[in-house]
């Protein structure tokens, strides 16, 4: 293809400036072969084919992706491998990402080793510092060599954890045993678990207070109802404690009756005021993730001080939701600052400040607020901008880069590896190594004229996630062409105009789908630069008339485009042209915010609060970007001002007297 020989031109270049990793090329060898090859071993990477690696490794001496291979062939056989082995490998690639990404495997070895001697060593040598295991086991090895305090640190990585470890569950066992960490701390870790349905967090936690609570937790997990009905007795702490987890977890299930529950004179005489705001916090929040306006009642049961900073999050979306701005501003108050300084909650904050008309002061804290954010960043700094009086505009470009610029960036032999690895389809791999040497390798990554350098090799090289992501990096300079490119602009423009759609949604649809990217395929199937479903290109093209069309022509450039635009065209028509709710339709199905916008007879709520609303976190997150993007592509093809709360509007239930057109969409 000519887009991989563009990729692989630019990235040999890169790479024969540097000289570490020129002799391949030097001796005339095959550069096709030798790429055939390292694909080959990347399969037998993950089929753990050590003895495929082993015999392969010598042949790749002095190829470009060289590291990658010597990587593999030690990351099989990291358990077996003697220590002057791995140290040799760190020593002769010191300084790529591969060396770096090995160290961070080794750490977790000896970690669950216990070798903290070693791992004390080798741990300040680990630049990219982002694994939350091996820092868990940094802390353990302070604990275990210097009996330093680190309960404190320990617990919001242990806490903020998705899944269970051996690192941070462990080191949390260990404090627990020791009397270092409270038993309050592995009960709150224990609540985390089941309020997001992940038993094994529970009865890990649990399991570090005293391992027969294991089995109660499990029947807890399985029917928190019937253990509730079987308390009926006086309460031992530890089974006080069982009782929130089982209230948390009927909440899970079934906020009402979970509200019924607590609200029952035992639990109210027996759990202490911490306890049953976490509760109310649960409860609220699943209320509010149903849209039910009974969530602002629940929250306002507990004391928002003492509720988790998810719980705050919903609690703020609800009173949004409800028009309570006195709510919404406490909610915030009671978030961690952290939090608090998010532009979400800075922009909610700077609304409800506004709502106190009498209150001069207010008003000034508002609009100081507000101006804090403003910008076209992200989806809040535009509507603070609107907010402010101002419209939408193109950024002005930062100073051209020099030649000098240009030739650093090829220069570098991250970059040049990063590029030749996705060229050749190892996207996965290249993107790693493109993010580590952007923005990991160091603290804080390189400067904003090195990232637009970067970006700008990307863009030429036609990898446009790598572009936008790199120049997104950027702190003070912005590079809006580098940010929102416009790849394929004669195919889309032309589609748009023939069944007419907003060129600048697609475009802000497209960037947030695949980023360009032609053959993007998701995990669960979705396909293309508008990652369109099968079943959904199927239903399209026979509604467009694309009657020959074949399953393995989604990726198919114009292919993709015709289905993405005629499917985006339909369900934008079946919501009476709302770009938010068919952007949300676009992302969770269009059944989905058929049910969100509400009853008929219900409330209508200005866009962005109902987006805010929006139950799925990926589908909120969707929605907001692709109409900032959309937003700001309107402003680059239009050259004219632009408004994204205009282009948010208002959302509401359907009139009843006019059906909604397309409900058969799939």
């Known amino acids: 293809m ?14 024969l400036m540097s000289s570490t990793f020129t002799s391949a090329y030097a001796q005339g060898r095959d550069i096709t072969r030798l790429d055939e090859t390292i694909l080959d071993l990347a399969q037998a990477y993950k089929n753990r084919d050590r003895k495929r690696l082993s015999a392969a490794l010598p042949s790749m001496k002095g190829y470009i992706l060289e590291p990658w291979a010597a990587y593999w062939e030690l990351s099989a056989r990291l358990d077996e491998a003697s220590k002057s082995e791995i140290q040799d490998y760190l ?47 940094a802390l353990w090895a302070d604990y275990s060599t210097r009996n330093a305090d680190v309960a404190g640190a320990l617990e919001p990585v242990w806490w903020g954890q998705k899944e269970a470890d051996d690192a941070c569950g462990g080191l949390a066992a260990q404090l627990v045993k020791d009397k270092k960490l409270s038993a309050h701390s592995a009960w709150v870790r224990a609540r ?65 009756s979970a509200a019924v529950e607590i609200d029952k004179l035992r639990w109210k005489a027996q759990l202490n005021q911490e306890e049953r705001s976490w509760v109310w916090g649960v409860i609220g929040k699943r209320l509010a993730q149903k849209l039910s306006d009974e969530a602002p009642a629940a929250f306002a049961k507990g004391q928002l001080a003492q509720m988790h900073e998810d719980h705050l999050a919903w609690a703020a979306r609800a ?39 009498n209150v001069e002061t207010a008003k000034m804290e508002s609009q100081a607020l507000l101006e804090s954010i403003a910008g076209t960043k992200g989806f809040y700094e535009m509507l603070a901008l609107e907010e402010l009086g101002q419209k939408i505009v193109v950024p002005a470009k930062p100073a051209p880069l020099t030649p000098e610029e240009k030739e650093q960036a ?101 960037r947030q789908e695949s980023r360009f990217i032609t053959d993007a395929k998701s995990s669960v199937g979705a396909s293309g630069l508008m990652q369109v479903m099968p079943a959904t290109a199927k239903w399209t093209a026979k509604k467009i008339g694309l009657n020959d069309f074949q399953g393995h022509q989604i990726t ?29 339709a676009y992302n969770a199905g269009p059944g989905r915010p058929r049910i969100w916008r509400g009853q008929s007879g219900g409330p209508t709520w200005e866009a962005a609060i109902w987006a805010e609303n929006v139950p799925f976190s990926e589908t909120r997150d969707y929605v907001k970007k692709v109409l900032a993007n959309t937003t700001l592509y309107a402003a680059l093809i239009t050259g004219q001002p632009q408004s994204l709360k205009a282009k948010l509007g208002t959302v509401g239930p359907r009139d009843a007297a006019s059906p909604e057109a397309g409900l058969d969409l799939p």
Not at 2 to 15: D, E, K, M, V
Request: net charge positive; proline share 4%.
């Open 2 to 15: 000519q887009f991989s020989a563009i990729l692989t031109s630019l990235a040999l270049c890169g790479a």
């Open 91 to 137: 020593n002769r690639y010191n300084g790529t990402y591969q060396e770096d990404r090995l160290r961070a495997e080794w750490l977790l070895q000896l970690g669950r080793n216990r070798d903290w001697d070693t791992f004390g060593r080798e741990y300040p040598l680990y630049r990219m510092n982002d694994d939350k295991s091996v820092r868990c086991y």
């Open 192 to 256: 985390l678990g089941m309020e997001n349905d992940r038993l094994r967090v529970a009865t890990q936690a649990v399991a570090a207070l005293d391992s027969d609570y294991v089995k109660t937790v499990n029947t807890i997990y399985s029917t928190p109802a019937k253990y509730l009905n079987d308390k009926v007795t006086a309460l031992r702490p530890q089974t006080r404690e069982f009782v929130s987890l089982a209230l948390i977890r009927l909440a899970y299930i079934d906020p009402d």
């Open 319 to 357: 009173a949004l939701r409800a028009g309570r701005w006195s709510q919404v501003a406490e909610a915030i108050a009671a978030m961690p600052e952290s939090m608090r300084s998010d532009p979400t909650w800075v922009y909610w904050r700077a609304r409800a400040l506004a709502q106190r008309s």
């Open 410 to 510: 090829k220069k570098n032999p991250g970059l040049a590896r990063a590029l030749h690895a996705i060229a050749i389809g190892l996207r996965s791999d290249g993107v790693r190594e493109w993010n580590y040497t952007t923005n990991l390798h160091n603290r804080g990554g390189l400067d904003d004229r090195a990232l637009l350098a970067a970006a700008d090799l990307a863009c030429k090289a036609e990898v446009w996630d790598r572009c936008i992501n790199t120049s997104e990096r950027t702190k003070g300079m912005v590079d809006i062409d580098q940010r929102y490119p416009m790849p394929h602009k004669i195919a889309v423009l032309a589609r748009t105009q023939l069944i007419g759609l907003d060129p600048a949604y697609v475009y802000g649809l497209i």
């Open 556 to 584: 198919d450039r114009d292919t993709n485009i015709a289905i993405g635009t005629g499917y985006l065209k339909l369900v934008l028509d079946s919501f009476n042209g709302s770009m938010p709710m068919a952007a949300a």
